[in-house]
C-alpha cells in the first residue's frame, strides 16, 4: 500500500478507525451502502486514517475524501473545529466532500448524484 494513502497515521489512529469501523452511525451505513460496491471501479474505505484525522470515507484514486455531519455538527465548537480539519486535509490535495445525515436519510439518491459527478 502506498504509504502516503494514510499521510503518515499513527498506529492509534489506526486502532480509532478500526473501532469506528465496528460502530457506524445509520447514515454511514446507508452511504456504506452504495459506496462499497465500488461505483465505477472506484474503491472507497471507510473510516480512513488520514494523518491525525480519520475521514468518514475515502478514495484513493480520486483523492476523494466524503464527511458526514451529524447533529453535532449544529455545535459552533465542532463545526469549526471541523472547519480547520478539512483545511488541513485540502492542503494535502485531497478534496472533502460534506453532507448532513439529513441529506442522507432524506435524498440519498441525489447524495449519489452529487458525488457520482466527482468521478
Known amino acids: 500500500m502506498e504509504e502516503n494513502m494514510f499521510l503518515g497515521a499513527s498506529k492509534i489512529i489506526f486502532e480509532n478507525a478500526k473501532e469506528l469501523r465496528k460502530n457506524m452511525t445509520d447514515a454511514e451505513k446507508i452511504l456504506w451502502g452504495y459506496l462499497k460496491v465500488k461505483p465505477d471501479g472506484y474503491k472507497f474505505r471507510r473510516q480512513h486514517p488520514l494523518g491525525i484525522y480519520i475521514a468518514d470515507f475515502y478514495c ?3 483523492k476523494l475524501v466524503i464527511e458526514l455531519d451529524g447533529s453535532i455538527y449544529n455545535n459552533e465548537e465542532v463545526r469549526l473545529n471541523d472547519e480547520v480539519r478539512q483545511k488541513l486535509i485540502e492542503e494535502d490535495g485531497l478534496t472533502v466532500m460534506r453532507f448532513n ?9 441525489n447524495v449519489v448524484k452529487v458525488i457520482h459527478a466527482k468521478f
Open 60 to 62: 484513493h484514486k480520486l
Open 101 to 109: 445525515n439529513t441529506e442522507i436519510f432524506n435524498d440519498i439518491a
